[in-house]
């Protein structure tokens, strides 16, 4: 009886950790170098909302990724 206790106590452990979900952090799963487009395919895959012009706006202001107009995509600074 105890080992089934033990595993169904377990069980329900997972569940509620899969239940406590909290906002996903998205820059560390796009590539070195993204488009706006990379950004909103992610948020779209999230369940977010797909405009991604505010979220690309914060991590520029701090300093977390820098825009190469030449070649029309975000990079990430190496030392975030």
């Known amino acids: 009886m105890r080992f089934f206790r033990d595993m ?3 069980d329900i452990e997972g569940e509620r950790a ?3 979900r909290g906002p996903v952090g998205l820059l560390p799963l796009l590539p070195q170098e993204f488009t706006r487009d990379d950004v909103r395919a992610l948020r779209i895959a999230q369940g977010m909302k797909p405009d991604p012009k505010v979220v690309i706006s914060k ?3 701090r300093g977390q990724v820098v ?3 030449s070649r029309g995509v975000f990079v990430k600074r190496v030392d975030s």
Do not use: E, N
Request: proline residues 0%; aromatic residues 8%.
């Open 8 to 10: 169904l106590r377990s």
């Open 59 to 61: 991590w520029v202001a």
């Open 67 to 69: 825009r190469d107009d």
């Open 18 to 20: 899969a239940l406590q």
